[in-house]
């Protein structure tokens, strides 16, 4: 069974502060997807990024970052001095390649970003 | 514009009153899912559709029907609602039929069974 985990349900920091949303997932499948999405305030779901298990190679965009390592089965997303705009709950999903699997999320992790 | 449209967005309806919502997409995805989200417990998926006529069941699929019929409506039918089906739904489309691209979401519907 496929499984994401995300320990830290509630952050806050200090606006400019970087911070770090753990992700950890579980999955027999060699193929996979890994995920993260950012829900805001105003409730919409947006989608932020997309990996797929054989690139384990980190993205940065602007001041997010995300850190793929296979051997802790780990997706992790970092934000670089955070803005109040951050403040969002933030979900890490995966998604397997061996045909009928439901996507799964994590249970999300709510970052206060504070002024 | 690209978008998932959801209807109705707020509803609050009695034990038993059969309803039905709606949600549309005018990208020509292949696959459409729904999700419930509940406070702790995340986004949860009911059900999933990769193509038309093509429907399978999520982790949380009793007390739900759905079908369809055209590629780009994919309906919810909860046929006698119970309140532990108050919750936040979420409609999702995605190009291609796995399910693994990136999702579009619909701005949600809170339902509330009383």
């Known amino acids: 069974a496929q499984k994401v985990t995300q320990a830290q349900t509630e952050i806050s920091v200090v606006e400019k502060e970087d911070v770090t949303l753990d992700c950890v997932y579980e999955?027999?499948?060699?193929?996979?997807?890994l995920f993260w999405y950012k829900q805001p305030p105003s409730g919409e779901l947006v989608f932020l990024i997309r990996?797929?298990?054989?690139?384990?190679q980190n993205e940065i965009s602007g001041r997010y970052s995300w850190n793929f390592q296979k051997s802790t089965s780990s997706f992790n997303f970092t934000i670089t001095a955070s803005q109040v705009v951050d403040s969002a709950v933030y979900f890490c999903?995966?998604?397997?390649?061996?045909?009928?699997?439901?996507?799964?999320f994590g249970k999300g992790t709510r970052l206060s970003v504070i002024a | 514009e690209a978008q998932v449209t959801q209807n109705p967005r707020y509803l609050i309806t009695v034990t038993g009153k059969k309803l039905t919502v709606t949600c549309s997409q005018n990208?020509?995805?292949?696959?459409m899912s729904w999700y419930r989200q509940d406070p702790g417990l995340g986004l949860r998926q009911i059900y999933y559709?990769?193509?038309?006529?093509?429907?399978d069941k999520g982790d949380v699929p009793e007390g739900y029907k759905v079908s369809r019929k055209e590629k780009r409506n994919f309906p919810l039918i909860l046929e006698s609602p119970s309140p532990n089906q108050t919750s936040l739904y979420f409609c999702?489309?995605?190009?291609?039929?796995?399910?693994?691209?990136?999702?579009?979401f619909g701005e949600g519907s809170r339902l509330t069974v009383l």
């Open positions: 999702a489309s995605s190009l291609g039929t796995s399910g693994t691209g990136e999702l579009f």
């Open positions: 999955t027999r499948d060699t193929t996979y997807y």
């Open positions: 990996r797929n298990s054989f690139d384990e």
């Open positions: 999903a995966l998604s397997a390649d061996s045909g009928n699997t439901p996507l799964v």
């Open positions: 990208m020509n995805h292949e696959y």
């Open positions: 559709s990769m193509n038309v006529e093509v429907t």
